[in-house]
């Protein structure tokens, strides 16, 4: 089965308390300088790695970070060429769905 996603249950909170939430989480840019000052990172010398278009490669793409998407967890090797293969002016991405800087079929081949 089908559980929703955070977006959801975040908007049921939202109801019941009457209060508008502030998103921290991926792929929100506020928790790229959270880590970044946390830790001294440079986000533009940072490679983000993820396996989801939409959070993981989204966040390092709008935070400044270099990225790379794994076809190990939730974006298919047959999503990404699907939107390589779509016309949008020239675009092979969307900003939902922004494309990596490099793609792994799996972790073991970063090394």
């Known amino acids: 089965y089908h559980l929703p996603g955070n977006g959801a249950l975040v908007k049921a909170l939202e109801h019941c308390s009457g209060r508008r939430a502030v998103c921290v989480g991926k792929p929100s840019p506020l928790l790229a300088e959270l880590i970044a000052t946390d830790h ?4 533009g010398r940072t490679l983000f790695v ?4 939409d959070t993981d490669i989204r966040f390092a793409v709008e935070s400044g970070m270099e990225s790379a998407l794994v076809l190990t967890g939730c974006t ?3 999503r990404v060429m699907q939107l390589c293969s779509e016309k949008d002016g020239g675009k ?12 792994f079929p799996h972790m073991g081949m970063m090394g």
């Open 40 to 43: 001294g990172l440079d986000v």
């Open 50 to 53: 993820g396996d989801r278009l």
């Open 76 to 78: 298919t090797a047959e």
């Open 92 to 103: 092979r991405s969307t900003a939902e769905e922004p494309m990596p800087n490099v793609i």
